[in-house]
């Protein structure tokens, strides 16, 4: 079954919570996004947690070293899911992997500005990723990219994670074309929080993620 991810990347805690609030039914899971997760730390996290237990909570750390401690500092604190950089170290992710599996938690390898990205891909699930991340950040979307292609070559190589999806994402037809690759989660955050209505805009999405499963 697809889920949908929705990301908190507003840097006051308590905005954060009201926003999520009114978009949590439409969620599955929650991303403290980068911002926030530095402003605040694992409170972050928490306070998610406790607000909305029903919901996975990603803590999206962009670990790149350190990655057994790193992530067991933010698992055992509450999140249910952490994000690796795929283009760390074989040895980085391989422990940030196996920590979160020892914690029976999720480890997601994002991989944002990754260059050779088949082999990082095909490395990422070798090394038993939970979660592939394929990711076109914030700078990069004021450029015109999109995730489309990277989400193509994701769809050809992964024999075994599972596939996820931001950059850029809203309720639109550009959707409907991310769709067509059936990504295991669609991650969105301003394509829902800037919208007119985000709670419209938010059921829209999962509306077009339905049609698709049906």
Avoid: W
């Amino acid at each position: 079954m697809m889920k949908l991810q929705i990301t908190l990347d507003i840097l006051d805690l308590e905005e954060a919570l009201a926003y999520l609030d009114q978009i949590a039914p439409y969620a599955d899971i929650v991303e403290v996004g980068t911002p926030l997760s530095l402003m605040y730390g694992m409170k972050a996290v928490q306070k998610v947690k406790e607000r909305h237990p029903e919901l996975l909570v990603l803590d999206d750390i962009k670990l790149c070293d350190g990655g057994r401690r790193s992530s067991r500092a933010c698992l055992s604190g509450g999140a249910d899911m952490i994000t690796i950089l795929g283009i760390s170290d074989s040895a980085t992710i391989r422990a940030g992997i196996e920590e979160a599996e020892k914690l029976g938690k999720q480890a997601v390898v994002d991989m944002i500005h990754a260059e050779n990205l088949t082999e990082k891909i095909r490395q990422a699930d070798e090394l038993g990723a939970h979660v592939i991340g394929v990711h076109v950040g914030v700078d990069s979307q004021a450029h015109g990219e999109s995730p489309l292609e990277a989400l193509k070559t994701a769809r050809e190589t992964v024999r075994h994670a599972k596939i996820s999806v931001a950059g850029g994402l809203k309720n639109d037809e550009f959707m409907d074309q991310i769709l067509l690759y059936k990504p295991d989660i669609l991650v969105v955050g301003n394509g829902i929080r800037m919208a007119e209505n985000p709670v419209e805009a938010a059921k829209g999405i999962r509306e077009r993620m339905s049609a698709v499963q049906q």
